[in-house]
């Protein structure tokens, strides 16, 4: 194991800011890889794994973009006591103000992202658009278990993807030769997928 | 019919792919029956192997109640569905049994979409001396029977046969994660990733969908059911676990669908241990009652937690089972041993937990004296009747000399799934493809 990145993953060590990009890059390769490779697996796609997975992706994509709120997927750096305004964190970190953004510094990062609120934790009012079900329904067997959405996961992040292979090309000419990890060379081997990403 | 034995091999063979020939063997679900008689267990391959336990005998009492094999049967075989294109293992995900009401024992096995109700009895007898067919079966010319005579019983080596008595199928879109026996015994519950639905056993072209979290858009899906379970005597109760982390008590008195919960149990998440991981970490792999039903037991990627009924807002309990894989999630993410599920269980009295982890060691918590033990399933580590020996992992510094270090575990050999007897202290832990059965030490 890698301690250094085990260390990074965590938000610790030396140079912190540019390990955890690159980190976070890495993150997404392999969380791009598994995502693929769950499509050729045997017994059809895996709905919880292909979930985590997606979110994995989603909070190192924030990370790596230096989104603001992707800082919620650390650690909480110790820093001036939050506003007392959190209510725009509770929902997973939705990204803040710009403003917050140019400050560098994480909103509320002592507040829990999955702490909900009691009308919340009915979860009939997470679903606005749900449709009403017959009592007695049993599931129609030709229901599609929509895993075909594993590519608009995709392409949610589609819009992100170009613009980092661009950053990529940037970030490795600003660190040492030898420190990069974030490989082109691994994106490149993902083939049709690094296509359809740039399709996007 | 012809035409069904070639779609049979054409699918073994189209699906079967040699090279993982024994992966079939991999246990996949291990389960004591209610009196500890008999222990099932699944495995990848589909098949169910049924073990009984001896009658202690004055003769031989170093033998105190050693398992054999009782029966194995074929339980599920690989599908494929054509519309969707899709291939259905044939893996044994969960084996419940029920109560015993006659002669017979009587079992659920599930793979990810058909639950199948099995009857395994017992024959030592066979009926001899039929007048219009000889011993082989062969029809005999009529006008070869002289006399008429009644068929008599007569003993027979003992055949165990297993005989699927009910195939409950096509009600389930998502890969079945489990199944619940209802204390009624007459119902029993299935649960998918978004679904759970409620069958009579009698009936199987119909379920009842009493959980459905599947949202309108399934770009909104942020959470899935990873396991359910009832209550063991309140049988219009239940709870169900999801990969947030949380668990919900349900009761179907209240409403015909059990969306809204009437129990919502969760811990507010700890910042200081927050990382890209700590979502999957927190996902609960496997939810259960105590006997008492007072309590229900979680197990997620790191601890074991104990939650009483009648305090959701936290658990009254929490016990590591291998903390020193917390610095090391990005590469078991990597490696995807994140993602392994593993399952805990209550001894008989509810006084100690039983969880599985990697290196084929498992670990006992005792709840009333906090003290902690990791054991080994290995076979260099234990002959038959010596005395396991207390593992330990050392997480930094110096080695002592029994110790291994976190670095030289091997994560290959997993164990995920264990049984204890419903009274006595008898575990069963399957490591990969073996089964061991732990008995206490009698002097």
Known sequence: FSRRRERAARGLGAGGAMEFRLEAHRIVSISLGKIYSARGQRGGLKLHKNLLVSLVLRSARRVY????????????????????????????CRPLASEAAARGRPECPAES????????????AGYPGKKPRRETEQPPPQE?????????????????????????????????????????????????????IVAF | MEEDIDTRKINNSFLRDHSYATEADIISTVEFNHTGELLATGDKGGRVVIFQREQESKNQPHRRGEYNVYSTFQSHEPEFDYLKSLEIEE?????RWLPQQNAAYFLLSTNDKTVKLWKVSERDKRPEGYNLKDEDGRLRDPSMITMLRVPVLRPMDLMVEATPRRVFANAHTYHINSISVNSDYETYMSADDLR???????????????????PANMEELTEVITAAEFHPHHCNTFVYSSSKGTIRLCDMRASALCDRHSKFFEEPEDPSNRSFFSEIISSISDVKFSHSGRYIMTRDYLTVKVWDLNMENRPIETYQVHDYLRSKLCSLYENDCIFDKFECVWNGSDSVIMTGSYNNFFRMFDRNTKRDVTLEASRENSKPRAILKPRKVCVGGKRRKDEISVDSLDFSKKILHTAWHPSENIIAVAATNNLYIFQDKVN
């Open chain 1, 65 to 92: 973009l230096g989104e603001p709120g992707g800082e919620c997927a650390l650690p909480p750096r110790p820093g001036p006591p939050p506003p007392p305004d959190c209510e725009r964190l509770r929902r997973g």
């Open chain 1, 113 to 124: 992202p999955r702490k909900r609120s009691a009308a919340e934790r009915d979860p009939a």
């Open chain 1, 144 to 196: 599609d278990m929509e895993t075909g959405n594993v590519a608009s996961l995709i392409s949610i992040f589609g819009s992100g993807f170009s613009g980092l292979l661009g950053k990529e090309r940037g970030a490795a000419e600003a660190t040492e030769p030898g420190q990069v990890c974030c490989e082109q060379p691994v994106l490149r081997s993902l083939n049709p997928w690094s296509t359809a």
């Open chain 2, 91 to 95: 893996k044994i995900n969960k084996i």
């Open chain 2, 196 to 214: 759970i639905n409620l069958w009579n056993f009698e009936i199987t072209n119909q379920s009842f969908n009493i959980v459905d979290i599947k």
